[in-house]
Nanobody, 119 residues
Framework: QVQLVESGGGLVQPGGSLRLSCTAS????????MAWYRQPPGKQREWVAV???????TYADPVKGRVTISRDNAKNMVYLQMTSLKPEDTAVYYC?????????????WGQGTQVTVSS
């Protein structure tokens, strides 16, 4: 049993910044990767960014240069720093954690936090 809780969402004006946080708790053995996804209203969920155990990060094209994913291993937390926000960034943002590798991999999701970019 793993629980993920996101926070930090809210209303921000275009061009503004926001920092999302995700805290993992429960039966956490070995976190291989933590990621952020988002789901705009009326659209499918899409991948945003990922950070693996060694610290390597990868970003989706729409957010490259505007977001930074980071983690605090001691606190079992992952962050998403977003800058230069656009209206199209409006979505429910979800935290995802991958435990283990290969066939034994397990994935868990948070409940999501709403980000609204509007003037």
């Amino acid at each position: 049993q793993v629980q993920l809780v996101e926070s930090g969402g809210g209303l921000v004006q275009p061009g503004g910044s926001l920092r999302l946080s995700c805290t993992a708790s429960g039966s956490i053995d070995s976190i291989y990767a933590m990621a952020w996804y988002r789901q705009p209203p009326g659209k499918q969920r899409e991948w945003v960014a990922v950070i693996i155990s060694g610290g390597t990060t990868t970003y989706a094209d729409p957010v490259k240069g505007r977001v930074t994913i980071s983690r605090d291993n001691a606190k079992n937390m992952v962050y998403l720093q977003m800058t230069s926000l656009k209206p199209e960034d409006t979505a429910v943002y979800y935290c995802n954690v991958r435990l283990g590798v290969g066939a034994s991999s397990r994935y868990y999701w948070g409940q999501g936090t709403q980000v609204t970019v509007s003037s």
